[in-house]
């Protein structure tokens, strides 16, 4: 069962309000993709993983190509139904590569599935993946994680990969692995990872592959002309709650990380029940 984006429960009051305090609602929950900034941006390259400086890396040469198409708040809240429907039509990958059924993909589950997929790294360069997606450090990566390994693999693979042979048993399963002229196999997830690199790309005003909380109180406040304090104030809470390594910056992995459950995606056990229902 695929479930649409869910507002916090400390929000769902505004359901009864006025428009402009719904839209201010769901203003809220964008705030979070700016979690965790503290400071200037001072995040040095040499000081962090190698994957995460490839990543800084591609955004910046991103932001050099242009800006992003995004104009407002209110553009990016439009596509949280179509990013949520793609997640979730991974769910099925996600699953069978999970072969002892534990609902999280471990290391020798992940080389199966990047095979599989015919996405063509080094055990090492899997290793590196699946320890950077792991945000909890549990040693295994659930459906959220596995969405975050997705990414990675799909802005840092070659754009040369080969294409995924459909497998007869595999015939009928939607979009979920077709032979397509694509990265990883999953052109419809393809696509969705553009849309979310745009809306990093859309608070990453200067373009250096992090966002500041500086950068996102003055998205806030474009977007709500005359709620600067309000918008600062919530920004303030929500970095806080999201800055996972607490560096004081917000990198490409902990915005998409964030960008899971405002679009409503559930963990394995939470939508198991909603399909028994």
């Known amino acids: 069962m695929v479930v649409g984006p869910r507002i916090p429960a400390d929000w769902c009051h505004v359901a009864a309000c006025h428009q402009r305090e719904i839209f201010r609602a769901h203003l809220e929950t964008l705030t979070a993709l700016g979690m965790g900034i503290k400071g200037s941006k001072d995040v040095q390259l040499n000081d962090v993983s190698k994957i995460e400086r490839r990543m800084v890396e ?14 407002s708040f209110n553009s990016i809240l439009m596509k949280f139904p179509k990013i949520d429907k793609s997640f979730e039509q991974v769910r099925g990958v996600f699953k069978k590569f999970d072969k002892d059924d534990s609902g999280t993909i471990d290391l020798e589950e992940l080389k199966t599935c990047f095979r599989e997929l ?11 993946f699946h ?58 997830l393809e696509s969705t990872f553009e849309t979310i690199v745009d809306t990093f790309r859309f608070f990453d005003k200067d373009g250096d592959g992090y966002v500041s909380r500086k950068e996102m109180i003055t998205a806030i406040n474009e977007a709500s002309p005359g709620q600067s304090s309000s918008g600062e104030s919530i920004g303030v809470k929500r970095f806080e709650e999201m800055d996972w390594d607490k560096n ?30």
């Open 58 to 71: 591609a955004m910046r040469k991103r932001a050099k190509a242009g800006p992003s198409p995004f104009k």
């Open 118 to 128: 015919q996405v063509e790294f080094t055990d090492t360069e899997v290793k590196a």
């Open 131 to 188: 320890e950077e997606s792991d945000m909890d450090k549990s040693k295994g990566v659930d459906f959220k994680e596995f969405i975050i390994v997705l990414a990675l693999v799909y802005l840092l693979g070659e754009t040369g990969a080969k294409p995924v042979k459909q497998k007869e048993e595999d015939k009928g399963k939607g979009s979920q692995l077709k032979n397509l002229k694509s990265r990883i196999g999953l052109a419809e």
């Open 248 to 277: 004081g910056m917000i990198t490409f992995k902990e915005f998409l990380f964030a960008f899971t459950d405002w679009v409503g995606i559930e963990e394995e056990e939470d939508a198991d029940e909603d399909e028994e229902e």
